[in-house]
């Protein structure tokens, strides 16, 4: 999985040619989850903290992330996204 950003022990990464809706994955040690650009929905295992910075981060950035989207699709070279400082 190519990585998007790194923060706080938590990686964010995107597959290329992944199935819709647009969507980024998150690690945070043995926790996984997929997070929905457009909603912030999640499915799978993240603590709750973990869970906050990630949806604060993709507030943030959500134009960047929709943007890496379409060059995942198109299997592009994905841009790096600023970290939550």
């Known amino acids: 999985m190519p990585e998007i950003s790194r923060f706080l022990g938590i990686v964010i990464g995107m597959f290329y040619r992944d199935h819709g809706p647009a969507h980024f994955h998150a690690v945070y040690g043995e926790h996984q989850a997929t997070f929905a650009i457009e909603t912030g929905?999640?499915?799978?295992?993240?603590?709750?903290?973990?869970?906050?910075?990630?949806?604060?981060?993709?507030?943030?950035?959500?134009?960047?992330?929709?943007?890496?989207?379409?060059?995942?699709?198109?299997?592009?070279?994905?841009?790096?996204?600023?970290?939550?400082?």
């Open 41 to 85: 929905l999640m499915t799978g295992d993240l603590p709750p903290r973990a869970r906050a910075l990630v949806l604060d981060w993709l507030a943030l950035h959500r134009v960047e992330l929709l943007r890496d989207w379409e060059l995942a699709r198109a299997g592009q070279p994905l841009d790096r996204i600023p970290p939550l400082e």
